[in-house]
C-alpha cells in the first residue's frame, strides 16, 4: 500500500495564503485517516519537508493556486502545471517545493506530487482569516482531496462529530 503524505502548505498570516494548511486543518477535523496517509503542516519550510517527501510514494499538495482563474476556483495539478501553486513558485525567502522535489530524486526517491487548491482571493494582505469566499469554499479542496484518495483505494472515514 503506497504511503501518502497530506502536506499543509502556506503562510497563514497573510489571508488566503493559508489555504492549505486551513484545509488540511478542516481535513483533520472531518476525517479520520488511515495508517498509510501522514498529515503534516508544512507552513513554509520548503527544503525542511526533505525527510517527510523521501518517506512517501505520493503527496498530495493543499495550498493556494494561482491558475488565472476566478477567485475560489479550485484546481487539481500535476506534472509541469505544479508552480501555478503559490508555494512552487520560485521564492527569494526559500527553495520553492519544485526544488525540493527534484533534490528528492537526486537522492533517489521522487514522490507523485499532486497539487490540490484553490485561487485565492487575497494572498498580500496580513491576516490570519481566509477571507469569507475562501473560507466557505474550503470545505471543496477538503472533498476533493477525499475523492483523490478514494480512487488510489485510501478510505478515510468521516468523525463521528463531523
Keep these: 500500500m503506497d504511503k501518502v503524505l497530506v502536506l499543509g502548505v502556506g503562510n497563514i498570516l497573510f489571508t488566503d495564503e493559508g489555504t492549505g494548511v486551513r484545509a488540511l486543518e478542516l481535513a483533520r477535523e472531518r476525517y479520520v485517516f488511515p495508517d498509510n496517509v501522514t498529515l503534516l503542516d508544512g507552513g513554509t519550510l520548503g527544503m525542511g519537508l526533505m525527510d517527510a517527501l523521501l518517506s512517501c510514494d505520493v503527496v498530495f499538495v493543499l495550498d493556494a493556486v494561482l491558475g488565472g482563474g476566478e477567485p475560489g476556483s479550485i484546481y487539481r495539478l500535476s506534472g509541469d502545471d505544479l508552480r501555478k501553486s503559490v508555494s512552487f513558485r520560485d521564492s527569494m525567502h526559500q527553495t520553492d517545493l519544485v526544488d525540493t522535489l527534484i533534490y528528492c530524486d537526486l537522492m533517489g526517491h521522487r514522490p507523485e506530487a499532486v497539487v490540490l ?23 471543496l479542496v477538503v472533498d476533493l482531496l477525499i475523492s483523490e484518495l478514494k480512487a488510489r483505494g485510501v478510505e478515510a472515514r468521516p468523525r463521528p462529530s463531523a
Excluded at 487548491?117 to 470545505?139: F, N
Aim: avoid cysteine.
Design 117 to 139: 487548491g484553490m485561487e485565492p482571493v487575497d494572498y498580500q494582505t496580513m491576516g490570519m482569516e481566509l477571507s469569507p469566499l475562501a473560507a466557505e469554499r474550503l470545505p
